[in-house]
């Protein structure tokens, strides 16, 4: 079978909502640096690959590859653009020590999200053009539909939704990097202005800027790195329809399917058992819970309770988006995957702080692309 | 080289492709799934028998939606499958293969799907209005640049580096518009084109002029591949990926020199060192270089050394690379003769190596049974490098 | 097999299938509009535009200096502070007469994009320019050149505080 | 080493400005063009049959995203159905609060397996919900352009 493969380094800025001090350039490098610092490798000598995370439309420009090698110290290396999750990029990092072909490899992902001034213009473009973009609807709409059909369709309620804010907004309190720390009341939560029916403004993530480097190696070259390799012990992805009208409204199955091929790598039976703690997409509180299902920590419907019940809160059996998930850290586009990464991977290497775990080996991170999409990256990491 | 840990062998087992056409009526999905469903069927393989997709296009912008991977995924059989999207700029259609290779070669995956779509036609006015946005936003673009000022000052730096004339250069697209008058799918193939027609049309940045440059294209084609144990099941002609890489230069393309492409050397040594190819020259059959304009396929036969620096156009007037010359140079046609939809051309370039490697390719059927082929695409701010070698 | 094919798909329309609405369209303005942060390297290259000068950044570890500047060097992947002032003169590295702008629209006198290697950079190091107050076939690679600026009240601190590059 | 300077004062933070100046042109495809010249000549909706997958997709498409085989059998279907999902949306697209919340929906049409997403009209938001019965209403027949626009919007339906 194939070779193992494990995270050797991690770097990242802070998250916040602007970032007028630093070009996006400037931001990734600083991420990279500290990634390369954090692997004790050189760059220039050391790193073979690298992959980067980016949609052009997100950076205003067109073919974004075109401007990321010389930050990262990728320069007449090979470097590829995976236009997806992080954990997609991740993926492919994986793959291309996998299959042979590299011993290290670097993977990055940026937001410099609050340099996009038309965001939900954007968004929409994404949308099918003849079939749904006429409608000229604020893409949240889909959001909203899709949480509506989550809370007809399982267990779960609106407060059980707005537990989920609560929890990881009080949980980014204590990650100095997260840009929306709050001490925010299921009240607060549910009588926030409403967005898009049943989400309200604060179901919802905001935005925030910021980058993350992964430096991944190979077998013995990871362990001559690191001290405390996190070993990437299942890694899977899936797409449902794109289509408005045939895709899963319910249910997430992009999550059910990515899932099942991580733990299927990973050995794993019982999710609820085998796994100590997980970083969940929460780009929408309903997302956590719909997502918790599809990754098996509970039968459909029913992770609203263990939202409810404190299951999932950091002294909970599961403890689920102690970062602070997007909620708390803010979204970062599709860099979101990669940061539930680097902050899986601190939880396992007890590098944590004042959020630290006690007692983790094993940790799940799982992407989403956000609305429109049903594309989902998801990773078991172990030590 | 580290490439002593590839264990796996990856095979092409079957090939589809659209027509190349200026304005298509199909939707980018439907051009997919055209495309993906002739490939299947070529090999007699059911979607559900597919283990994963991978999607290659290149600027959102063209086909006019953003994440066009998801919207493009149902047309690549990517439905409830792992599906990933990878994107070098106009490197992306030899790119999505070596995607798709280290899919199966990493053991994840032994069946993949390779897609690679492009609906330029949708840009309007014109495409050019999406390449002035490849320019750097803060420094370049308040300049109003084209795609073509840059192809433009390289082929002008090559010119005057190796004192070579534009009849040196216009011969490739003679070339390559005649051979393509031989493939079904071409949009500009014409038997009877002539140098002067090269060099008497329009002049729209010189250097280039209207017949140095293919045409904006709409099209798609796609790949099957398949690890060794079930590309043995599925064909008994599978045509193997010995070699794979790629390599990305500076984004300060004003900081180089564009006479020579370094990254293209890069990638190709790093693909003919895991093909164990030590003399290209000898070894390499039939070469499928990028040809975006006519120069281009002259720089790429260098950077691919197998010519040496500056030596490619008197080659080409040798006819060493014509279809029946000593190495086969674009005998598909290439992107001058066939069409340019981005990654879609890419990739038809590695179907093309597929056919002709299976003595499959018809009235473009290159003499004496080639054995190994490489493909090669270039991309981004002239920095990408992309080169694939296949063996019968 | 592709011999054995005898049709291959893909529809292919004319122009006037759309202007004479024989096929079904729609159209979209992506309304993408974006404000990038310049950051260090390229805020100061703009605000020095703004004071008409050029300026570079330099790389102590391997001596590069290079324009437009950047806060590390990508060779070396190392940071770098050590700014330095530039002329405005330099060589035409490369050049094209272009007939047609970006959005094609066709020109009976052509712009003239060049890449301007930068008078005391290191090799090949320049930046993309456009050439005024030149005949078109006097232009030539090698060929000396200088900044024609627009006068300080009109400079915004933009790349097209130079209007063009004129020979010397 | 990291960045050793960064902008420090805000009045020296410069955001440049620009954008991707692109419009965008869409054909509706082979099945598509089939599609909306329906609503468009006659007002009615058309679907395309899988039988291998024993599925109705509609709107209609040339190939079924689960077998990957290409469709040519179409069916009529009603211009009513009920709501699978729907959400009241209060944000325009340039995430100001439009004046009066939207209803949208995703209808599905007959006991079909497909449908479309459209607007809801003539009804108070707060008495929508899962599993109402709607119509299309359409446009005039002068004004269709063949597009998903041709339908203003769906309504309450009693039948």
């Known amino acids: 079978m194939s070779r193992s493969v494990a995270i050797v380094g991690i770097g990242y800025t802070s998250f916040r909502p602007l970032s007028p001090e630093v070009s996006y350039k400037e931001l990734m490098y600083e991420a990279a640096v500290k990634a390369y610092h954090d692997a004790g490798v050189d760059p220039r000598s050391d790193v073979e690959s690298l992959v980067t995370v980016a949609e052009d439309f997100l950076e205003g420009t067109s073919i974004f590859d075109e401007y990321v090698p010389d930050q990262l110290g990728g320069i007449l290396k090979p470097n590829v653009t995976i236009p997806g999750d992080g954990i997609h990029g991740l993926a492919t990092a994986y793959m291309q020590i996998a299959s042979g072909l590299f011993d290290i490899v670097a993977v990055e992902a940026h937001s410099k999200a609050s340099n996009v001034l038309t965001l939900p213009y954007v968004t929409a473009y994404a949308m099918d053009p003849v079939l749904n973009r006429p409608l000229a609807a604020n893409p949240v709409f889909i959001a909203g539909m899709e949480m509506t059909r989550y809370l007809w369709a399982s267990d779960a309620t609106r407060e059980q939704c707005a537990a989920v804010v609560a929890k990881n907004k009080r949980n980014a309190l204590y990650n100095p990097a997260a840009a929306y720390p709050a001490d925010l009341s299921v009240e607060d939560v549910l009588n926030a202005d409403w967005l898009s029916y049943p989400l309200t403004d604060n179901d919802a993530s905001y935005h925030a800027d910021g980058a993350i480097v992964l430096v991944l190696a190979a077998d013995d070259v990871a362990r001559s790195l690191s001290n405390a390799p996190i070993w990437i012990r299942g890694i899977g992805w899936c797409n449902d329809a794109f289509s408005l009208e045939t895709r899963a409204w319910g249910r997430a199955i992009y999550a059910e399917e990515a899932g099942k091929m991580a733990y299927r790598m990973a050995g794993i039976r019982n999710p609820m058992e085998e796994i100590d703690f997980a970083e969940i997409d929460d780009t929408y509180s309903y997302k956590e819970l719909q997502h918790l299902e599809a990754l098996g920590f509970c039968p459909l419907g029913q992770a609203g309770y263990l939202a409810e019940e404190g299951a999932t809160d950091v002294g909970g059996i599961l403890p689920v988006n102690v970062s602070g998930g997007s909620l708390g850290c803010g979204h970062l586009l599709d860099a979101s995957g990669l940061r539930a990464v680097a902050m899986a991977v601190m939880q396992l290497r007890g590098e944590a702080g004042p959020r630290q775990l006690t007692d983790v080996e094993t940790g799940l991170a799982f992407g989403w692309r956000g609305v429109p999409t049903t594309s989902g990256a998801a990773v078991v990491l172990g030590k | ?392 | 097999m592709s011999e054995q094919i005898k049709e291959y798909p893909g529809t292919s329309l004319r122009e006037s299938d759309f202007a004479e609405g024989r096929v079904i369209h729609n159209e979209w303005k992506p309304n993408a509009r974006y404000a990038w942060d310049a950051g260090v390297a390229i805020g100061r290259y703009l605000h020095e535009l703004k004071k008409g000068r050029l300026i570079g950044v330099r790389c102590d570890e391997c001596g590069r200096l290079v324009i437009p500047p950047r806060v590390f060097c990508e060779w070396c992947f190392l940071p770098m502070d050590d700014w330095e002032y530039l002329p405005d003169t330099g060589t035409v590295n490369t050049f094209s007469l272009c007939y047609v702008t970006w959005d094609m629209q066709y020109l009976t006198e052509p712009q003239i994009p060049a890449v301007i290697d930068i008078d005391g950079t290191s090799p090949y190091v320049g930046i993309m320019h456009m050439l005024g107050e030149v005949d078109p076939s006097d232009v030539k690679i090698g060929m000396k050149v200088q900044a024609v600026w627009k006068p300080a009240e009109e400079r915004e601190g933009s790349i097209l505080d130079i209007k063009y590059f004129k020979p010397v | 080493m990291a960045i050793l300077n960064k902008v420090d004062k805000l009045h020296e933070a410069i955001a440049w400005q620009g954008d991707i100046p692109i419009q965008s042109r869409y054909t509706a495809g082979i099945a598509g063009e089939r599609f909306f010249r329906e609503i468009k000549d006659n007002a009615r909706i058309v679907g395309t049959v899988c039988e291998e997958c024993d599925l109705v997709y509609v709107p209609a498409r040339m190939f079924c995203e689960r077998c990957f085989a290409e469709l040519d059998e179409w069916v009529e279907m009603p211009s009513h159905g009920s709501v699978f999902t729907y959400t009241i949306l209060f944000r325009d697209l340039d995430g100001e609060p439009l004046e009066e919340p939207a209803v949208l929906a995703y209808v599905k049409l007959g006991d079909g397996d497909g449908g479309l997403v459209h607007y809801l009209g003539d009804v108070d938001p707060e008495d929508v919900e899962i599993g109402m019965e709607v119509e299309a209403v359409f446009k005039d027949a002068a004004e269709r352009r063949g597009s998903i626009l041709d339908i203003a919007y769906f309504r309450p339906f009693a039948f």
């Not at chain 2, 193939?189 to 017949?211: C, F, H, K, M, Y």
């Not at chain 2, 006479?259 to 093909?275: F, I, L, S």
């Not at chain 2, 690379?321 to 046609?333: A, E, F, H, I, M």
């Open chain 2, 1 to 392: 080289m580290r490439m002593r840990n590839v264990k796996r062998k990856v095979a092409v087992v079957g090939a589809g492709m659209t027509r190349f056409v200026r304005r298509a009526q199909e939707t980018a999905p439907e051009l997919a799934f055209e495309a993906t469903r002739m490939a299947l069927d070529s090999c007699e393989l059911d979607v559900e028998q597919i283990d994963a997709v991978v999607h290659g296009t290149a600027p959102d912008a063209f086909d006019g939606v953003h994440m066009k991977g998801e919207y493009l995924s149902d047309g690549s059989g990517g439905w409830r499958k792992p599906y990933m999207r990878c994107y070098v700029g106009g490197g992306t259609g030899v790119f999505t293969p070596i995607h798709g290779w280290y899919q199966v070669a990493s053991g994840l995956f032994d069946i993949c799907l390779v897609v690679c779509e492009e609906k330029m036609s949708s840009c309007q006015p014109h495409p050019q209005g999406a390449f002035l946005t490849i320019f750097d936003h803060t420094t370049e673009r308040p300049l109003g640049p084209n795609l073509l000022w840059i192809f433009a000052m390289e082929m002008n730096r090559y010119m005057h580096t190796y004192g070579l004339k534009k009849e040196d250069i216009a011969l490739v697209s003679v070339k390559n518009k005649r051979n393509a008058a031989d493939h079904p799918c071409s949009l500009l193939g014409d038997a009877n084109i002539t140098l002067e027609d090269v060099l008497n049309s329009e002049v729209l940045a010189w250097p280039v002029q209207r017949l140095d440059v293919s045409p904006v294209s709409d099209g798609a084609v796609a790949l099957v591949l398949a690890a060794e144990h079930v590309a043995r099941r599925i064909t008994n002609k599978p045509v193997w990926i010995e070699g794979v890489g790629w390599n990305l230069d500076t984004t300060y393309w004003t900081n180089r020199d564009l006479c020579y492409p370094r990254y293209v050397e890069n990638a190709a040594r790093m693909a003919y060192d895991m093909a164990g190819i030590t003399e290209p020259r000898k070894q390499i059959h039939i070469a499928e270089p990028y040809d975006p304009f006519d120069y281009k396929e002259l720089h790429h036969l260098e950077g691919l050394m197998l010519f040496d620096r500056g030596k490619a156009p008197e080659a080409t007037a040798l006819g060493i690379t014509q279809r029946d010359g000593d190495l086969p140079v674009c005998p598909s046609g290439g992107l001058l003769g066939v069409g340019n939809p981005i990654a879609a051309a890419g990739l038809m370039k590695v179907a093309e190596l597929f056919w002709q490697l299976r003595g499959e390719a018809g009235a473009r059927q290159v003499p004496g049974q080639p054995r190994r082929g490489v493909a090669q695409a270039w991309g981004d701010l002239m920095q990408v490098g992309a080169v694939i070698v296949m063996g019968a």
